[in-house]
């Protein structure tokens, strides 16, 4: 059974940064595609950004410029690094995972099949 645990988070003001793990075990990362989403008090979860494999990045137009998704393939672990953080950032974040797939479909939460535990991000004004 895939599982992926989250770690990182917490308190920041605004303008500071964070970074996010996601550390995948009982399979190899390589084998994901992997993907960051998150989900604010009252809304859906929405998608933030993803990594289908290798070097390529997608970006949601929010987090594009300001968050970066990267992976370790030897540590098995997934990253979101967030800089310039602002308070509407503030939401619990979660990594995904799932078998290859369209690329069209990177930034729909329901293809997913795996997630993380999610973890609070508080950004304070």
């Known amino acids: 059974q895939v599982q992926l645990v989250q770690s990182g988070g917490g308190l920041v003001q605004s303008g500071g940064s964070l970074r996010l793990s996601c550390v995948v075990s009982e399979a190899a990362l390589n084998d994901y595609e992997m993907a960051w989403f998150r989900q604010r008090t009252g809304n859906e979860r929405e998608y933030v950004a993803a990594s289908p494999g290798g070097p390529s990045a997608y970006y949601e137009d929010f987090a594009e410029g300001r968050f970066t998704i990267s992976r370790d393939n030897a540590k098995n672990t997934l990253y979101l690094q967030m800089d310039s953080l602002k308070p509407e950032d503030t939401a619990v974040y979660f990594c995904?995972?799932?078998?290859?797939?369209?690329?069209?479909?990177?930034?729909?939460?329901?293809?997913?099949?795996?997630w993380g535990q999610g973890t609070q991000v508080t950004v304070s004004s």
């Open positions: 995904a995972a799932k078998e290859p797939d369209s690329i069209f479909r990177i930034n729909l939460a329901r293809t997913y099949r795996y």
